[in-house]
C-alpha cells in the first residue's frame, strides 16, 4: 500500500470478507465514514453479523489511527480524521480484494502538513476536476489542499463586493467553494486559499481601479511569465480591499490559514510612486523588502481580524514583522533573503516545496519520482513537503494527471511513512497501477515495468482502435523522449511558438 503503513501485524490463516456492516459508534459523526461508504457501494446494515466498531480514544495522536482485522473491524482513533484515514486504509485494501487477511494496524503520519498545490489562475480547473485531484490526494492520506486562485492571469473567486474580478465564465462561485471545502473536509483535507499579494496581481488590478502605483490601463495577463504590476503599498484602498476581501475569502473557508503569495514582486513601480515613498521614509524602510515586510504585517493583522494566520513564500519573509506567526513556504534558495536565512536557522515552521523537487509543472525526468522521494532537506522544522503544479502549460485535466503520476505516489509516501524504501516504494507502484487499471482508474503507463506493460497492451489491444493502440504504444515506449522534447521546448526556442499558440488559444477562448 501507498503510502506504507507504520506497524502491521498479519494473523496467521485468518481471512475476513468485507460487505455490509453494522456499525458500532460511540461519538464519530457521518463524515468519518460517509466516503467510505461512497467508494466502496457498501451499506450499513444493522442486521449484519460483520461489526466495525469505531472506538475513541483520546491519548493517540493527531491523526493515529489502529485498526483490528478479526472476525469484525476494530478502528480506534482520537477524532473524526483518524478514522477517515483508517477506512481510506481499509478502502485501499479493499481495492485489492473483497477478501482481507486479517490483521493488526497501527499508524501515523511523518509529516503534519501533506500538501499539494493546484493553480487554477494560469489555467482555469472546473470544481469537478478539483474534487477529482482532492480524491486522489486523499487516497494517498494527503491533508491539506493549496488552491492558488489569483495570479496575472485570473482571479477566480466570485466575491460578491467586488463583482468585476472575474472574467466572464472561469470562476468560482462561494456556493462552488463551500461545496469543494465540504467534499475535502470529508476526505480529511483541509484547503489553503491563496491570494497572491502585492506581485503576481496583474488580473486584480486590471480589472479594479485604484490598487495600483500608476494609471496605466492593464489587461489581464495571457502569456506566462513575471508581470511588472504591483499593488501599492502606500494607497488606503488596498488595505479597503484585502480587508473586504479576507472578511469574504473568511466566511467559506475554515482553515485557519490563508496563503498571501509574496514571491517574485516586481518593485520598480514603488520606487516612483510618491505614495509607497512616504510610507518608506515614514518607517525608516530602507529597502522595497523591507516595505513588502511593512505590508505583509499589515496583511497579517487584517487577516487576524477573521482569525486567520497567513502562510507566504520565502522570498517574502521579513524581520519586519517581528511577530509574524505563520508559516513560511520554501521553493527556491535563489529567492532566499537574509532574513529567511536566520528565519530558518531558528525554530520556526518551514513548509518545504524546494522546486527541483516538488514542482510537478518540470517534465518528470527532470523533477521526478526519485527526486520527490530520495529528497534530503537541509532544514529543520519542515511540517511537511508540498508539490506544487503551477499551470501555464498545463491545459486540461490529462494534463495535470500526466503531470501528477505517479510523482505523486512519492509525495504521499515521503509525507507519511517513516521508513522509506525506494525499492519496495518502486514494486508497490507496480501493484497499485495495477490494482487502478482493473478498477478503472487514471494511471500513467510509463511507470508500468516492462512486463506488465506487455501485458496490459496484450490485454487490451482488442479494446483499442488502431490509432489508439499506436498512441498509447507511441506514449508508453517514448515517455522518456517526449519528456526530453517538452524540457527543449521549456528552455529553448520553441517555447516561443507554444505560447504564440496559446495567446492564440486564449483570444479565441475569450472571443
Ligand atoms: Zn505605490
Redesign the pocket.
Known sequence: MIPAILQVKEKKNKYLTLKNFNLINSNFTIDSYSVFLERSGLQIDPNSKLKIELIEDHNLRDEEYHIDIDDNITITSKDNRGVILAFTTIYNLFLESSTIKCREIVDYPFKRHRGFMLDCARHFFSKEIVMSIIEEMSLLKLNKFHWHLSDDQGFRIKLDKYLNLVDDNNFYSKDDIKEVVDFALRRGIDIIPEIDIPGHTTAILANLEGL???DTKLSVGVLPGIYGN??????EF?YLFLDNLFKELASVFIYPYIHIGGDEVITS??ES?????K?SKENNLKSNHELQGYFNKKVRLIAAQYGKKIIIWNDSYSLQDSSFDGIVQYWQSSHNNKDFKKYKSGNKEIINSDYFHFYYDFPSFFGGLKRTYKYKSNYKNIVGFEACLWTERVLNHEMILEKLFPRIYALGEKNWSFKLNYHKFIKEIQKVSLVRLEKGFDINLKYLDKKNKKEYLRNHFKELSKMEYVKTTFETKFGFLNSLKFFIYYIGFKGLIIINKLKKEEKNGKN
Open positions: 495600483s502605483c500608476v504591483a499593488l501599492c503599498i502606500g494607497n488596498t513601480n514603488w510612486c510618491e505614495k509607497c515613498r510610507v
